[in-house]
């Protein structure tokens, strides 16, 4: 089973940058699809990013659109979630996670998480 380590968030200010990184342990993150999350306080988790198992279909919400990136280093066996123009709504615990296939772009489509890392944007 795979392991899943966030790192990278903090507090920014309104359109300043982070870059969340997930490194994995135990598999190889090229066997999996790989998802990025985020659960504001009060709220569902709900989908920001993920790309399919062959790495070249890559998948946004919306709200993130254009914003953010999602890539991975197969070297490090780690995936990393650039964000840009960061707004004070962006402001949650970002997850990755893992899924065999992409069937999904919902929490229940992703099997191994991880334990997250808080990402905090001040206006």
């Known amino acids: 089973q795979v392991q899943l380590v966030e790192s990278g968030g903090g507090l920014v200010q309104a359109g300043g940058s982070l870059r969340l990184s997930c490194a994995a342990s135990?598999?190889?993150?090229?066997?999996?699809?790989m998802g990025w999350f985020r659960q504001a306080p009060g709220k569902g988790r709900e989908f920001v990013a993920a790309?399919?198992?062959?790495?070249?279909?890559?998948y946004y919400a919306d709200s993130v659109k254009g914003r953010f990136t999602i890539s991975t280093d197969n070297a490090k066996n780690t995936v990393y979630l650039q964000m840009s123009s960061l707004k004070p709504n962006d402001t949650a615990v970002y997850y990755c996670?893992?899924?065999?296939?992409?069937?999904?772009?919902?929490?229940?489509?992703?099997?191994?998480w991880g334990q997250g890392t808080q990402v905090t944007v001040s206006s």
């Open positions: 135990g598999r190889t993150l090229s066997s999996y699809a």
């Open positions: 790309f399919g198992r062959s790495g070249t279909s890559t």
């Open positions: 996670a893992t899924a065999g296939f992409l069937l999904r772009l919902e929490p229940c489509g992703f099997g191994s």
